[in-house]
């Protein structure tokens, strides 16, 4: 997830332009996207806890998977500007940049939640076996890892940009293709095999969770530069709003059409989600072409700025509102969930805001 300062939510540098001259669709794309990561995470809280098929989990099933693309595509933000920057001339200079901004968040936020979320205030019995577990597998918390998934992909940006490097976008489309349908077949597969009454789920961990992502990443940068008009854009919005209803339909109805939900997981690395993801990162870039932001400019960057704050910070916030909150805990109110959506997204934010205005905590903001 990426951002112009920092990494996963954030770009590799602050932008030398100013406000006026910026480009500003991949913030806005940014800001937009992090809202739907905070919606999931306290939606899904409803969604698993609410009577299936009421009109309370219907309104949360809504509300969480029309998000389901911002997964893969802060993922492609990533790779429109980390495989087109010149500091990848330099491998060297890159990781150590990468490596200030990503290593300190990665040690930091791993305590933060193992410590300060399961052990403090959820009260868990951690013993070592379950705690190598947990920061083996990547999964201290819900989100944490996308860390471990960004820095895969930045281990190996310098290789793909040398490949991209003085090639057409052909070239770039062709090989983002590649990636991404070898990636969206592996995730067919273990759906297939359990129609015929075969177990083989995928195991990701620490090494491996970037690797089905590299489609994406490569598809952010080949798609950067594009931009639709007319009926084109008209097309790809309808296209990709259509996608993401039959998806919502699809999760609803989960088990009705057994061969569908195999073939076509509702998952980050389902074909129906990686179009829609795609069709929303061109659609949006689309849209923004050209825009001028002559007051609002410098808070847009702020907020752009802030948005991997929130991705690290806000399931703190949302934990401590689950527990101190019955409403909220029950999990069986649509009114206390998007309140409690309300203050987490906002907290996270002004949380986020103010950290990185403090030398030590902007380094894990």
Request: charged letters at 15%; aromatic letters at 10%.
């Amino acid at each position: 997830m990426t951002s112009v300062r920092g990494v996963t939510l954030q770009a590799d540098a602050r932008s030398p332009e100013s406000p006026r001259q910026r480009e500003f669709g991949l913030d806005i794309l940014r800001i937009v996207s992090i809202c739907g990561v905070v919606a999931i995470h306290v939606f899904g809280h409803l969604v698993g806890r609410a009577p299936r098929d009421s009109r309370t989990w219907w309104i949360s099933v809504t509300i969480d998977i029309a998000w389901i693309w911002v997964v893969p595509v802060f993922v492609m933000i990533s790779g429109a500007l980390i495989l087109g920057s010149r500091q990848l001339a330099d491998p060297g200079l890159f990781y150590r940049r990468r490596a200030v901004r990503l290593v300190p968040a990665l040690i930091a936020w791993n305590l933060i939640y193992l410590i300060g979320v399961r052990l403090w205030m959820r009260g868990e019995d951690l013993t070592l076996a379950r705690v190598l577990q947990l920061l083996v597998d990547g999964s201290v918390f819900t989100q944490l890892y996308f860390l471990w998934l960004i820095a895969g992909l930045y281990a190996v940006a310098p290789v793909l940009a040398a490949f991209l490097r003085g090639g057409s976008r052909r070239r770039a489309v062709a090989v983002a293709a590649t990636f991404l349908a070898a990636a969206l077949i592996f995730y067919m597969v273990p759906g297939i095999l359990s129609l015929f009454g075969i177990s083989r789920p995928v195991q990701l961990n620490v090494f491996t969770h970037w690797m089905p992502y590299v489609g994406y990443f490569l598809a952010g940068y080949a798609l950067k530069d594009v931009r639709l008009g007319g009926w084109k854009l008209l097309t790809t919005g309808a296209v990709t709003v259509g996608l993401l209803a039959a998806t919502i339909w699809q999760y609803g109805h989960k088990g009705s059409l057994p061969l569908l939900d195999a073939a076509f997981p509702v998952s980050y690395l389902g074909l129906q989600v990686a179009l829609a993801a795609i069709g929303v990162f061109v659609v949006t870039l689309s849209l923004c072409e050209g825009l001028k932001l002559e007051r609002a400019g410098k808070a847009t960057v702020a907020l752009s700025n802030a948005t991997f704050g929130v991705f690290l910070v806000h399931l703190v916030i949302f934990e401590a509102i689950r527990l101190t909150v019955p409403a909220v805990s029950a999990g069986n109110s649509l009114g206390a969930i998007a309140g409690a959506y309300a203050v987490t997204l906002a907290a996270s934010f002004a949380v986020s805001l103010a950290a990185s205005r403090v030398p030590l905590l902007r380094n894990i903001f």
